[in-house]
């Protein structure tokens, strides 16, 4: 092992080769110098390790290569572009929604330019952010008045430190939810100095749970829809409108955490009720709050729609600037929303409402579709019935029915098929069932299967 040790060359030798210098000259000098060093380090570990020594010789006499693949692995992105392939929509690991097109190109023109984020182009002079989606959102919610965020967990933090500090926040114990990250809601309560006054029980909760506990610190009263998780059997709870009934009597705020922002009714579409941003504005709920990702289908972001006055003070709040969203945001988000003008357009133009109301029919099609582009002999290609997912902590429990490729091979293990997919030069990230590679065609685009068929094609080649 100690002669084999003997035969790496040194730094100084490598950068003295002619194809070495070249690459200096395109890069700079330390990423050159740093890959040459891994490089070697590489070859070092390889002999630890036991390589064969023609393998070794071999390495060492394309160690040119080896460098500038190293060299370009640096300057590589780590957030790359990926397709999914797992049939989850709102993947949270793989970035929720994809934007709609319109939101794209509404990105793209800003992205090199300056604009009127801040600057009233009537008037001339300073304006606020907060006004390029003021319209359209109060247009197509309901409201008063709106606001955005950077994400929901921050629009309920702010709302309870603007209009709760110091004061008590009554919410159902059926209510007291986990969000992403191990974020939870009486955490948030504690974050904004209001104190959480808990009712009722897991799976009950009355009405006169919540008039029981109204005193002269109450605040106000916070319901969160459980997005992310369903409570089924011996159950009760009280609606948005019989809770904005105890406004008649008491100085109470009642404040609404929808988690993702539902706004079209999925029922129509044959998937489960999902109640709306629009119904709980006129169910007399004070403030609303909602993500602008997950089921909206527009970039993250927390969405405060609701009484203008409360809106008004929530702007003034320091903690407002802290949270507040960049022009990109805004721009997304705005294209997003005006998509919804006419649902038909909204469920056809936003991937994220079009992929869940996709039909299994529909779906087989792009499956036949797909499978037909496959030519490897090293593969075998089935079309299966599966069950898709909405995913994001939407909808839980909803089963999508769909369509998907499952791929065994006599010669790849199932991991390594996945292991290659996941590696290639767009990352197809996929799932395993039975020992076979499941691509759901429900997560992806007609433009995508040039790209799957190829890297099929490639394993093995």
Do not use: W
């Amino acid at each position: 092992m100690g002669n084999l040790f003997k035969l790496i060359p040194k730094v100084d030798e490598v950068i003295e080769k002619e194809e070495i210098k070249s690459l200096i000259k395109l890069n700079s000098r330390k990423i050159v110098v740093d890959s040459i060093r891994e490089v070697l380090d590489d070859l070092r570990q390889e002999i630890k390790s036991g390589i064969d020594e023609d393998i070794l010789m071999n390495n060492i006499r394309n160690i040119n290569s080896l460098v500038e693949e190293s060299i370009l692995n640096k300057k590589k992105h780590h957030l790359v572009k990926l397709i999914n392939a797992t049939g989850i929509v709102i993947h949270t690991n793989l970035g929720r929604s994809p934007l709609a097109k319109e939101a794209v190109d509404s990105l793209t023109s800003l992205a090199s330019s300056y604009s009127n984020l801040e600057y009233d182009l009537d008037e001339g002079k300073r304006g606020s952010r907060y006004s390029h989606l003021d319209e359209i959102v109060r247009k197509i919610t309901g409201a008063e008045a709106s606001m955005v965020v950077n994400n929901n967990a921050a629009a309920v933090l702010l709302i309870l430190s603007a209009l709760c500090s110091g004061k008590e926040v009554i919410t159902s114990r059926g209510e007291l939810i986990e969000i992403g990250g191990a974020f939870r809601i009486p955490d948030v309560c504690k974050e904004s100095a209001s104190s959480l006054i808990e009712v009722g029980t897991t799976n009950k909760t009355h009405l006169k749970d919540y008039e029981e506990a109204i005193n002269e610190d109450t605040a106000a009263i916070l319901k969160v829809h459980t997005s992310n998780y369903k409570i089924v059997g011996f159950t009760e709870g009280v609606d948005n409108k019989t809770l904005s009934s105890l406004k008649k009597d008491h100085d109470i705020l009642i404040i609404e955490d929808l988690g993702s922002g539902v706004l079209v009714d999925f029922s129509k579409y044959g998937l489960s009720y999902e109640p709306t941003i629009q119904n709980s504005i006129q169910s007399g709920v004070d403030l609303v709050s909602f993500s602008g990702d997950k089921l909206l289908g527009g970039p993250q972001a927390g969405v405060i729609v609701g009484r203008k006055d409360l809106i008004d003070k929530i702007k003034t709040h320091p903690l407002t600037r802290a949270l507040r969203v960049d022009k990109f945001t805004i721009a997304a988000l705005e294209a997003t929303l005006r998509l919804y003008l006419d649902e038909n357009i909204a469920t056809q133009r936003i991937p994220t409402l079009n992929m869940i109301i996709q039909k299994r029919d529909f779906i087989r099609k792009k499956a036949e579709k797909l499978a037909s582009m496959i030519d490897n002999n090293n593969l075998n290609v089935d079309i299966i019935d599966t069950l898709s997912e909405v995913g994001g902590g939407s909808m839980p429990g909803e089963k999508l029915e769909s369509s998907a490729l499952a791929i065994n091979s006599d010669v790849y293990k199932d991991f390594e098929i996945e292991r290659f997919l996941r590696g290639y030069e767009i990352p197809i990230i996929t799932r395993i069932e039975n020992e076979k590679v499941i691509i759901d065609l429900r997560t992806v685009s007609y433009d995508e299967f040039e790209i799957i068929a190829k890297a099929l094609n490639l394993l093995g080649a």
